[in-house]
């Protein structure tokens, strides 16, 4: 007996869709694993872990932190780039900060935990950090002193235009020096918590500062990279701990620089993308070659 079209086609249709999940469901899947568990491969399958002593300690692939239990630097290693992925170098929140060119403002609440600090701010104090930890001219153009942007709310008598009435140092509160003690003969206030100098009328305005046009300090030493869980360094940011390095570790710098350079990768394929400097290779390296005093 002939089964009506309707009947025919939707038949046809699941048979189609068994065949398809077996084939792109079940078998494909099933010989990519088995791709991965050939020799040679097997590591990279299981995400480039690197083992030592019988335990995993991290990922040639993943980033992480060298710091103590309260988040400060270990002087011994070379330190990693600042991550935005959760809580740092989270691959289950892998992420930027969405931050821009624009974030120079932050945001001061009345509550501290509930305040924001801006990707201007952020880049200002991780620069601070890194030149007190390796010794080096940390300032960097619109920064304060002190770690924070530096940021002028200015007010004038007539909006956009007139004299200037009134200026706050939008990004510095008690007890800190504002970074101008005046602005077009007007002094310099500190911000209140809570206050929105924006929304009241303040125009922006950034103050370059003295600070040299090519800073010390590199920029993926104050930046993180788009996916948070970059796990190299530029060399010149590994250059600049060298001499850091090796004093903890009671070395010469040279030696210090020869694993550098051991655990360099050039750009791939020749030309794409910037060398890096694996950080975590590089410290175990370090804890085999010279161990810690």
């Not at 007007?186 to 305005?205: I, K, Q, S, W």
């Not at 701990?241 to 010469?252: F, K, L, M, Y």
Request: proline share 9%; hydrophobic share 40%.
């Amino acid at each position: 007996m002939r089964l009506p079209s309707w009947l025919a086609q939707h038949l046809a249709a699941l048979r189609a869709l068994l065949v398809f999940t077996v084939l792109l469901g079940l078998l494909y899947p099933l010989a990519l694993v088995a791709v991965g568990r050939l020799p040679g491969l097997d590591g990279k399958a299981d995400g480039s872990l690197v083992s030592l002593d019988g335990r995993t300690v991290g990922s040639r692939l993943i980033g992480q932190s060298f710091t103590d239990a309260d988040g400060n630097p270990v002087p011994r290693y070379f330190q990693s780039r600042p991550s935005a992925a959760g809580d740092g170098y989270d691959p289950t929140a892998t992420a930027a900060s969405n931050l821009g060119p624009e974030s120079v403002v932050d945001t001061i609440a009345t509550d501290p935990e509930e305040s924001t600090p801006s990707l201007l701010t952020q880049v200002c104090a991780r620069s601070k950090a890194v030149g007190e930890l390796d010794g080096v001219d940390g300032r960097r153009p619109y920064c304060t002193p002190d770690g924070v942007g530096a940021v002028l709310a200015v007010f004038r008598a007539d909006g956009l235009t007139g004299p200037v009435t009134r200026v706050v140092s939008v990004n510095q509160t008690a007890p800190a020096i504002p970074f101008l003690t005046s602005y077009q003969g007007v002094p310099v206030e500190l911000a209140e918590r809570g206050r929105d100098y924006v929304a009241e009328g303040g125009v922006v305005t950034p103050v370059r500062g003295d600070a040299p046009a090519d800073p010390a300090v590199p920029a993926d030493a104050v930046t993180a990279s788009g996916s948070g869980l970059d796990p190299h360094i530029s060399p010149a940011y590994a250059e600049l701990q060298v001499n850091r390095v090796a004093r903890e570790r009671g070395t010469d710098p040279d030696a210090v620089r020869r694993l550098v350079e051991e655990h360099t990768t050039g750009r791939a394929l020749g030309f794409i993308g910037e060398p890096g400097v694996n950080v975590l290779t590089l410290n175990l390296a370090l804890d085999r070659e010279f161990p810690a005093r």
